[in-house]
């Protein structure tokens, strides 16, 4: 089923041609929110998910910053341990709705010795058994969060990072070439991103609930760009207590070409586990440029200033801004 209400028609052909394939069934609307259409299965699970306190929650928007905010957390909080950070992330930090967005299951049943790891055929599974205290992964927006969290009752350290938008489009569009199957050309799919119909969109929608709550304690509230300009004096460093040794360290370690050449978190065993049973044809890389401000040079001027109207629309009430 793909998501489709009339009033874009072009827009619901763009999800069918270019989506719905060896990837995805289709697409729902949860709460406004655009999913791939095995979310239905499992929103009920990870509405009830007993959360644990002692864990530290890792939220955005995909990529702006995710994976970067990911590696600097667990390091923290496992004392620097390099040795141990050698295994994959996806492990280390497991991804909540993973399992959602890989929905390609009656595709893959012909696929013969397929050998998923159990982090992607069951996330919700795999991060119940992983003992806490532990970082979770999520992209979910606030609407679609455990109850537990949504309700105040627990209030485990959420950390959010979010990424200005056509920075975070282009990035996108390259993921889901890459991991998704999309095989559409980039001025479509920023029709998809702008319109709210790619995976976790609206965009802003995503981001504005959890900037309204940036003054919980619980919460932490991260910008990308922050992140880029000085990384050692961002609030994760802060609040631990990290000598000049460990900081230069931490910050060398968390550096874009190290993060891209560090196959614990670069995705290389889930790019070439995608390519190995050509689920993915696409010649990229999990991690591209890592830049601030390269969408300009990507994007048509019609493009940008369809994003720069598009922004001022939706923050014209908040005091939001990059």
């Not at 920075?167 to 095989?183: A, M, R």
């Not at 619980?218 to 004096?233: A, G, V």
Request: proline share 5%; glycine share 4%.
């Amino acid at each position: 089923m793909v998501v489709a209400n009339g009033e874009n028609p072009e827009l619901d052909e763009i999800l069918k041609k270019y989506f719905t394939n060896k990837f995805r069934t289709g697409y729902v609307t949860a709460k406004g929110v655009t999913m791939p259409e095995r979310f239905a299965e499992m929103e009920e699970d990870i509405y009830n998910f007993e959360v644990c306190e002692d864990d530290v929650w890792i939220c955005s928007f995909p990529k702006t910053g995710t994976t970067w905010t990911s590696e600097m957390v667990w390091m923290i909080l496992n004392n620097l341990d390099f040795a141990k950070g050698q295994e994959n992330i996806e492990i280390r930090c497991p991804f909540l709705e993973l399992s959602t967005i890989f929905d390609h299951r009656e595709n893959v049943k012909t696929i013969k010795n397929f050998d998923a790891p159990s982090f992607v055929l069951d996330s919700l599974k795999f991060l119940k058994d992983t003992k806490s205290p532990k970082c979770v992964k999520t992209h979910l927006p606030w609407v679609l969060l455990p109850k537990q969290i949504q309700d105040g009752s627990k209030k485990p350290l959420m950390i959010y990072v979010t990424r200005n938008p056509k920075d975070t489009c282009v990035s996108y569009h390259n993921h889901c070439k890459l991991i998704e199957g999309y095989t559409g050309n980039f001025e479509d799919f920023c029709k998809l991103f702008l319109a709210g119909k790619v995976t976790y969109a609206p965009f802003w929608d995503h981001i504005l609930p959890f900037w309204e709550r940036r003054d919980q304690p619980n919460i932490l509230f991260l910008k990308y760009e922050d992140l880029i300009k000085d990384l050692p004096s961002s609030p994760t460093f802060l609040k631990n207590d990290l000598n000049d040794e460990q900081v230069a360290r931490l910050t060398d370690h968390l550096s874009f070409q190290n993060m891209k050449n560090n196959n614990a978190v670069n995705y290389h065993e889930m790019v070439n586990f995608l390519r190995k049973h050509n689920l993915t044809s696409y010649d990229g890389s999990f991690m591209r440029n890592g830049k601030v401000g390269g969408a300009s040079a990507e994007m048509s001027p019609e493009i940008l200033e369809k994003f720069e109207e598009w922004t001022k629309e939706n923050l014209k009430r908040s005091d939001f801004s990059f």
